[in-house]
């Protein structure tokens, strides 16, 4: 038997919804289209792409678009540390200090050390922060997470400094949308929205003149704007996905979401072994009813103090998990991937259910 | 009259190729082609379109690339930082010296500042580094751009450290190629190739494992790979490109390049005012004949005295060109883009011939 790799967050789970519009969602390129570097009024930015996120947004309830500026960028990983470049302080005599909440997203750290800028370091988990240092004046950027990666959890920033509030998650299909998110500094991406993680996209909305500012320049300077073709096609993507309001392909994915949690909590039941993070109600304006969020990812915990590997535990069942530490956590808590192919969760829960029957025939021997 | 905005190095030049040959340069791409982040083999980066610009390079004999490694970015620029992070030496207490020789590419320099890196600092010009310096053991980074933008100069190494080589433009309808680069670093981009600019599509051919895997980690971190609508059009169009051995494209982007430059010598052999940089005669292997390089800017002098700001006696002409001192030398120099479109050139030409005879009556009437 095979070991199943359900550790990373490669989106394949809309690709279903992608097939049966593929009428609607395909793109024809001509080889002369758009070979310079700008569009006809001289920006890097499609106007019309613009629009379209915005009436996204609105049509979605996810987030305040009037009066914001916007950028893209390469993914919303490019936009993280456009992000830090625009916030950071580049007179400063000291680096800006960079912060998260563990558990958190590895990218934080890995771009923040890898870029290796005289202008922020990566100081790591907030709560730690917080206990060390005695006084609040000091330059602060807090990644906000909301919801979280891994945990699923709508996070508030800890610190209340300058914040960046990574919203990949805030769509209606992971998580009941409470109302539009109003934040300074917002990012999105369209991997986890529509699936093409592929495509490469993401946009940033920013509330400040001068920080938007400091963010085109990033891309500018960093990449010369961003490709004409992923534009056309995040386009063209955007048009079938805001399709009868949205609704076609949020209840798609909402449904789809929600029997994999579903099926996922059933097999839990019956573990003493294995936990899964705890879901609470909440109103989804989208929706217009309260439910339960459906998150990208199981947080799992092995739950035996000898158990203090979850990921290892997984394995044992042929199951690939991403480890608590690659999260800054303990490694008694293991990330699991729903949002992969229907293939990859139907072996999941088949070999969860394996896992799980062990651990009962163990239970009876004794 | 209006401004002609010759300055930026937009190449618009070869729209009229890519319209001939739209049959065999669209590309068709279905809603749910390539969401994942990933390609089958687990990569970020297509082997089919490594294997075509491969067989490219070997066709026009431009480029070593056997037993070499190869990165894709976005554009060239991306690749340019990469580079940096990639030869620079994260554990030395002092960051690597970044160079290049004047006249320069501005962007080595704005991106060095923009990064702000521990890991590297941008010193400015080869020469005036080499007359201050008394060692030559200190950790040095040398960009060598060859064909040099702005004045086509085909450029070697002046310290002899860690170099990285900007062949954006060593393509044969700029510069007769006397041979294959065989560098450790060597950068290329879609851009001045095929005039995709918007595409965002560079490589870069590395020798060295070592850097190799640090460049691939940084497209990574950074961006998490490159979009992958990206890389199948850039493939519809390198199979294009290669098509009769290139020779379609190749020839055609030379004549119309031979073209502009016999009409702009022409023009400015009646000028005492104005003056461009010098070309010398080379064997091309391509083509195997020995032919005038046709470099993309021509860089203009002012040679009276007293017009110490040619940028500004061009604007006399409303031609908007690219001063000296953008590319760190003296404003006495501008670069004119002869890679805009046909329309852009014809009115650069009629108003060049404006202005050349503006000087005659002004001799005549003297």
Chains 1, 2 share one sequence.
Not at 5 to 12: E, K, L, N, T
Not at 121 to 141: M, P
Not at 182 to 188: E, G, H, K, Q
Not at 328 to 352: G, N, V, W
Request: proline residues 4%; contains cysteine.
């Amino acid at each position: 038997m095979w070991h199943l790799y359900i550790c990373s967050g490669d989106p394949i789970f809309l690709e279903q919804f992608w097939m049966q519009n593929e009428a609607y969602s395909s793109v024809l390129i001509p080889g002369w289209h758009r070979m310079s570097y700008r569009y006809v009024d001289y920006t890097l930015m499609s106007t019309e792409l613009e629009y379209y996120i915005r009436k996204l947004h609105s049509i979605v309830g996810n987030a305040v678009t009037e009066g914001r500026y916007m950028v893209f960028g390469v993914g919303s990983s490019q936009l993280l540390t456009a992000a830090l470049y625009a916030l950071s302080s580049e007179n400063s005599s000291s680096p800006s200090n960079v912060l998260a909440t563990i558990p958190y997203y590895p990218m934080y750290k890995s771009q923040t050390v890898l870029f290796n800028s005289e202008n922020f370091d990566f100081r790591g988990d907030t709560n730690s922060w917080q206990s060390n240092t005695s006084t609040n004046n000091l330059d602060v950027i807090e990644f906000v997470t909301s919801p979280n990666n891994p945990d699923g959890e709508l996070k508030k920033p800890i610190i209340g400094g300058k914040t960046i509030y990574d919203h990949a998650y805030f769509w209606p299909h992971f998580t009941p949308i409470p109302g539009p998110s109003d934040r300074d500094l917002m990012i999105f991406t369209l991997s986890k929205l529509t699936g093409h993680a592929g495509v490469r996209f993401g946009w940033a909305i920013i509330k400040d003149k001068d920080v938007y500012e400091k963010f085109l320049n990033y891309i500018m300077v960093a990449d010369l704007g961003i490709s004409k073709d992923t534009q056309l096609r995040v386009l063209k993507l955007l048009k079938v996905a805001i399709k009868d309001d949205g609704k076609p392909l949020f209840q798609l994915a909402y449904n789809l979401m929600r029997e994999r949690w579903d099926r996922l909590t059933s097999v839990l039941s019956k573990s003493t072994r294995f936990s899964v993070q705890q879901r609470h109600p909440l109103h989804c304006n989208f929706f217009n009813e309260t439910r339960l969020p459906s998150p990208a990812y199981a947080w799992i915990k092995c739950e035996k103090e000898e158990d203090d590997d979850c990921g290892a535990m997984l394995e044992e069942g042929k199951i690939i998990s991403r480890s608590g530490s690659f999260f800054s956590a303990k490694d008694r808590y293991s990330r699991l991937s729903l949002i992969k192919s229907q293939d990859d969760f139907e072996l999941l829960i088949q070999r969860f259910t394996e896992l799980v029957s062990l651990e009962n025939d163990s239970i009876e021997t004794m």
